[in-house]
C-alpha cells in the first residue's frame, strides 16, 4: 500500500522560507516522478515541481529561483524548499507519485504536471504579508 505523508507546513512572514517533507512507503519502481502540487482556496490544483529517478527536475514558473525539490532515498523522504515566500503562495501544498512519459530524445521518463496516481493528505502553507 502506498503511504505518502506530508509535513513541514505552516504559517510565515512574506520573504521567509519553509522546508515541506514527504515521507514515501510502499511506492512502486514503476512510479519515475515524484511531485509537489498546491491547491489555494477557490482555485484548481496546480503543479508546483517534479523531480524523477534520474534527478531531472521541473519548476512551474511562479517558483523558479524560489523553489528547489530533492530526495533522500535513503530515507525515502521528498522535500521542497521553499524561500522568498510571498502571499501568493499560500496554499495546501501535495506530493505525489506517477509514473510519467517516456522521452526517446532525453532516454528517461519526463514529469509532467498531469496523471499522478498516489497523493498525500496535503500540508498546509500560510503565508502573510
Known amino acids: 500500500q502506498v503511504q505518502l505523508a506530508e509535513s513541514g507546513g505552516g504559517s510565515v512572514q512574506s520573504g521567509g522560507s519553509l522546508r515541506l517533507s514527504c515521507a514515501a512507503s510502499?511506492?512502486?519502481?514503476?512510479?519515475?516522478?515524484m511531485a509537489w502540487f498546491r491547491q489555494a482556496p477557490g482555485k484548481e490544483r496546480e503543479g508546483v515541481a517534479t523531480?524523477?529517478?534520474?534527478?531531472?527536475?521541473r519548476y512551474a514558473d511562479s517558483v523558479k529561483g524560489r523553489f528547489t525539490i530533492s530526495q533522500d532515498n535513503a530515507k525515502n523522504t521528498l522535500y521542497l524548499q521553499m524561500n522568498s515566500l510571498n502571499p501568493e503562495d499560500t496554499a495546501m501544498y501535495y506530493c505525489?507519485?506517477?509514473?510519467?512519459?517516456?522521452?526517446?530524445?532525453?532516454?528517461?521518463?519526463?514529469?509532467?504536471?498531469?496523471?499522478?496516481?498516489?497523493w498525500g493528505q496535503g500540508t498546509q502553507v500560510t503565508v502573510s504579508s
Open positions: 510502499g511506492v512502486p519502481d514503476s512510479m519515475s516522478c
Open positions: 505525489a507519485a506517477g509514473r510519467g512519459i517516456w522521452s526517446a530524445a532525453f532516454a528517461y521518463r519526463v514529469c509532467p504536471f498531469s496523471d499522478y496516481v498516489h
Open positions: 523531480l524523477n529517478n534520474a534527478g531531472n527536475t
